[in-house]
Nanobody, 126 residues
């Protein structure tokens, strides 16, 4: 599976943005898709994920209530709607896909995902 993410940019605090990630290739094998982010000098962290079959979602506590993940199975696309953005959200955002159908306890793990996109930069600054 190949992943192409887009939608990053420069946003003012309190603003909103939507990231998109299109999957291509052997998309029939997708079991889960998600987003991770990595801020400068920090480790990559889980942001949100959605199980492909039933759209079950899981969102990191740090973005809960502000970020929403959704998927379009026909377009093989996953979205990350980001509202009320803060400077701490500044990071490179990576789209990821996995072939398993994870349970709640494993959906946040990087090892659940085996395909990664190239990353898109989000900068939240005034």
């Amino acid at each position: 599976v190949q992943l192409q993410a887009c939608g990053g940019g420069l946003v003012q605090p309190g603003g909103f943005l939507r990231l998109s990630c299109v999957a291509s290739g052997r998309t029939i094998s997708i079991g889960v898709m998600g987003w991770f982010r990595q801020a400068l000098g920090k480790e990559r962290e889980f942001v949100a994920a959605t199980r492909w079959s039933d759209a079950m979602t899981n969102v990191a506590d740090s973005v809960k209530g502000r970020f929403t993940i959704s998927r379009d199975r026909v377009k093989t696309t996953v979205y990350l709607q980001m509202n009320s953005l803060k400077p701490v959200d500044t990071a490179v955002y990576y789209c990821a896909a996995g072939t398993t159908r994870p349970i709640l306890s494993t959906i946040r793990r990087e090892t659940t995902f085996d395909s990664w996109g190239q990353g898109t930069q989000l900068t939240v600054s005034s």
